[in-house]
């Protein structure tokens, strides 16, 4: 086969960049080693700042998302019982969009089946070949049979563990990673928020998130040890132990329920550099991972989504490789600024085993700083809306 552009990856990143390729109209090859009602199961966040909303535009896939999506203006911080919002569109004038990743997804692959774009699932041993070259092509097998496909570029979007990353030598790359000494323990439950925000709550017993997918369906998450299993929690300790670790006002409202999925996440920072080798991009959890804190990873997936579809577009559309030769310096502009904006907010946030007295006096001062000015406010408001791209 021959395409303009092979994507790695048929998770959100890799169908909105086919997507607006297919809106520019290059055309486009994805490959996805899971079949579509594996990705579709998957449970991710769903918290979107206005540049990804403005992307699904883009692609002509936001209708759903503006009829189902739930705009907030503003999130809830909680130190123990102390409890204080941040105003988004007092701080921005923007806010967020609460649509989750499965729906993003779901609109997606509707989008890309009904344009007739060429999805392939259940891909093995994928291989990159020559990215280094002007002539990159992709080898890999469904049901035993070898294919190969030749194509411009390659666009990697296929995750922390796929094969694009690696794609790249180490004489090439360098990785930098931060890992946390806990994880999050998150259920999602067919019941309505405690609250119409999201509240993230610092407490004595560690972190506790309240988010939500919709007015019905909820999703919580408290800070857990990583050697933690979903087992080893019953729902019923779950929701104890959550009640502890938010403001009471909260906890006696709380509705619980029986979990629909449950699941441990470890908490990751890591950037490799650079995102490009030749004619191979790297997008998203393949270059880059944040913690959850702050709703940042479909968001940074995103922004590099718009660096490399622009960038090809002006390539096929003018002949410029300017956008092309800069993707990696202009991606990871952006990227350390999440990953910056991450790392405090979790740092913020949570509860270390290694705190002393000093640094639990500090993390305080440090919420109440944020609770008491206004330009902390709006500092973390620009960064939580999304930086511009």
């Known amino acids: 086969m021959r395409t303009q552009v092979v994507v790695i990856g048929g998770g959100p990143s890799g169908l909105l960049l086919s997507q607006l390729l297919h809106v520019h109209g290059i055309d486009s090859i994805v490959l996805e080693r899971k079949t579509k009602d594996y990705v579709l199961g998957r449970i991710r966040a769903g918290v979107l700042e206005q540049g990804f909303v403005n992307l699904m535009e883009k692609a002509g896939v936001a209708d759903r998302l503006h009829a189902e999506g739930f705009e907030h203006d503003g999130t809830l911080i909680a130190f123990d019982d102390d409890c204080f919002r941040i105003d988004f569109n007092a701080q921005t004038g923007t806010p967020v969009v609460i649509y989750g990743q499965t729906e993003v997804t779901r609109d997606l692959y509707e989008a890309r089946e009904a344009a007739g774009g060429t999805l392939i699932f259940n891909t093995e041993d994928v291989t990159i070949h020559d990215a280094d070259t002007d002539h990159p092509f992709v080898t890999y097998s469904v049901d035993g049979q070898e294919q190969r496909i030749d194509a411009d570029f390659v666009a990697g979007c296929d995750g922390f563990h796929g094969v694009s990353r690696q794609a790249i030598p180490l ?212 960064n939580y809306v999304g930086l511009p791209y």
């Open 171 to 382: 004489s090439v790359r360098r990785e930098y990673e931060k890992v946390y000494p806990f994880g999050w323990l998150g259920i999602l439950s067919e019941t309505p928020p405690v609250h119409d925000e999201l509240i993230y709550s610092s407490s004595r017993r560690g972190f506790a998130l309240c988010s939500m997918r919709n007015e019905n369906l909820s999703r919580y998450y408290i800070q857990c040890s990583l050697s933690d299993s979903p087992d080893d929690w019953t729902d019923s300790a779950f929701w104890a132990e959550l009640k502890r670790r938010i403001p009471k006002t909260f906890a006696d409202h709380l509705v619980t329920g029986p979990s629909i999925e449950k699941s441990i996440a470890p908490l990751r920072s890591f950037v490799t550099e650079p995102m490009q080798w030749g004619r191979l991009f790297l997008c998203g959890d393949a270059a880059h991972i944040v913690p959850p804190t702050g709703a940042k990873g479909l968001n940074t997936a995103s922004s590099d989504v718009y660096y490399l579809h622009n960038a090809l577009r002006d390539y096929y559309d003018h002949g410029s490789r300017d956008g092309i030769d800069a993707y990696s310096q202009n991606a990871l502009t952006r990227i350390w600024k999440a990953e910056r904006f991450s790392w405090w907010f979790s740092s913020l946030m949570h509860r270390f085993p290694d705190q002393s007295e000093f640094d639990l006096k500090i993390q305080r001062a440090e919420i109440d700083f944020l609770r008491t000015n206004t330009a902390a406010q709006k500092a973390m408001a620009e």
